[in-house]
DNA sequence: ACCATCCTATAAGGCGGCGTTATCCACCGG
DNA sequence: CCGGTGGATAACGCCGCCTTATAGGATGGT
């Protein structure tokens, strides 16, 4: 019934004194707001107004609206301005999600990048494996993901859970062969895995382990998995004591080094491309658009060279 | 750019959880809803719901926005309801300024009789003569003023002086004199003027004052004002005591009584009229208006004579 | 796996709110 | 008496906002 124009016009109108400097302040034509407070009058089953000629007099009611107008307006501008600031990245939350090896450096490099660009914008970061960051993402605990998803599979599985997904590629993370120093294929340039297929192995979470076992069948054989952990530092140390092999991806090695391990790339080649996952509606929101946007500079300043092998002194210990 | 309505509607979706039930509650349709909350966002510049197939989230901005509703919309609902109790008379303030004389009766019963009807609506009361009392009605200092004119003049003198505002005759006040019990003229039905010519005058306000030149001249002679007061028991005492001869409107004789002063009708006979004067903006204004209906029911009971008509009550706009 | 159901999006149409310009009228001061 | 200032009114156009009708997509039960 009254709404915020209605008070402005009051508020202007008691003010100014007068419609045609209420007018004026306003931005309008004297008539204007001449019909809005007509408007306002028979609304309200009042009068509001006291036309005295030369100028006019606001009546006890209008001087109630024109009183109520100043919390109004002003609460009003402050949703206003929050809501700007938030899509003028002034301001925003981001709630973040992803997997461990992308915490290591993916993931700070991108929140370094933010903070730097938006100082306002704040991320909360939550480690998760992929099912559970995209499962978190459509329950909307989480606004942007980072999974990755291996060769030839896709990050969700199942092709209608990736409607609505808007999936950006960060980059390739060649899988690579853990091996002790001491092992029989360590001074290889590369190693097909058929060649592993006596060793112990050492698997990590569950979907890597999937990986394993997917890519071993692809060679011709069944792992022989003798350890499990989802603890990368725990896989080397269990390599280096010569008590398995393990598959682990690049991405880790820049982090997780042991001098008596060798990384190796293996034959045929495999890697899992790790990408942002978010909904279509939050890649719209600046402060997640934002986010992504760094991931992806920060993925690119990371990726040597994505697809190439190389040779490699820094990283496999 | 946001405004009450765009509020109230993300509220409710805030509450109820999908644009549909947002909808029948606000009495909407769903379409309806649907394009507000486009509107908003293409407003803002930011998407403020997110759209997850079974229902609907609000993203920060929206959350921001439905946060903002509360104050606003009740801040709102109350400015209405200001103006509505004003309307409805739960509420409300006249400034009613009489002068002296009706001060006595007819003002204290039409008090009353507003007190009765609308407990919540208060009057103030300043007692003012009538050039004194539409000052300060022009001036906006005063809503309803209760005024009188001796016959044949009007209460605003100046023709122009009257548009814009009410007059609403309230009673007709017949003008008699007071003499002592012992005067000669004392036993008589009515006496013409002329008679006193020779006795000293107690004069009142100015205008009484003009008023008994004016008929004393009608009447063929220059009274000799020997006192002048504007206190009628004042006047009544110095008749009492035989020290002249006044002219005292019949309604200050209802409650100033002296038990050796007889109050005789003249001839020819003379009539004030007492009105209440508003302006024709505040008498469309409730509170007023309900003012002006009491004192004109106050005089109806009072009048002796009711030649006088009760005022319409005129509150539609 | 299909179908019924529920939700949202979109199109098209209508009405009213709200602004404009043009014009008139009342009041006021020189 | 006249010019300036301020308000009211009329006529008009736009667009906000609601409606109905309909399509598309996700869900959940059998």
Redesign the interface.
């Given at each position: 019934?009254?709404?915020?124009?209605g008070?402005r016009v009051m508020r202007a109108i008691a003010q100014e004194g007068s419609f045609t400097a209420a007018a004026a302040a306003l931005g309008y034509t004297q008539p204007a707001i001449s019909q809005m407070v007509r408007r306002l009058?028979?609304r309200?089953?009042?009068?509001l107004?006291?036309?005295?000629?030369r100028s006019v007099?606001l009546?006890?009611?209008g001087r109630?609206?024109a009183r109520?107008a100043d919390?109004?307006l002003s609460?009003?501008d402050?949703?206003?301005e929050?809501?700007?600031a938030?899509?003028g990245l002034r301001s925003?939350?981001v709630r973040l999600m992803a997997f461990p090896s992308a915490s290591a450096t993916l993931v700070p490099r991108a929140l370094a990048l933010v903070k730097e660009r938006f100082p306002d914008v704040t991320i909360g970061f939550t480690e998760a494996e992929p099912p559970e960051s995209l499962a978190a993402l459509?329950a909307?605990e989480c606004d942007l993901a980072v999974a990755f998803a291996y060769e030839g599979t896709d990050v969700a599985r199942g092709e209608q859970d990736l409607d609505?997904l808007v999936i950006t590629p960060l980059l390739e993370d060649e899988v690579r062969l853990a091996v002790p120093r001491s092992h029989p294929v360590a001074d290889r340039e590369t190693v097909p895995l058929a060649d592993l297929a006596g060793d112990p192995w050492i698997a990590g979470c569950p979907r890597c382990r999937g990986h394993l076992v997917q890519l071993a069948s692809g060679a011709g054989f069944r792992p022989d998995v003798a350890y499990e952990t989802e603890d990368y530092v725990a896989v080397m140390g269990l390599v280096a004591e010569g008590l398995g092999v393990a598959l682990i991806p690049d991405l880790i090695l820049r982090t997780v080094h042991h001098e008596d391990v060798v990384a190796l790339p293996i034959e045929p080649a495999s890697r899992r491309t790790i990408t942002a996952v978010t909904?279509d509606?939050?890649s719209?929101?600046?402060?997640v658009a934002a986010t992504l946007e760094a991931l992806a500079a920060s993925a690119a300043g990371q990726s040597r060279a994505p697809t190439t092998r190389m040779p490699e002194p820094a990283w496999s210990i």
């Open positions: 019934m009254i709404d915020a124009a008070l009058e028979q309200t089953g009042t009068v107004v006291e036309r005295t000629g007099r009546t006890e009611a109630v609206l109520h919390p109004v609460a009003l402050a949703a206003e929050e809501v700007a938030i899509a925003g939350r459509r909307g609505g909904t509606d939050l719209r929101v600046p402060a």
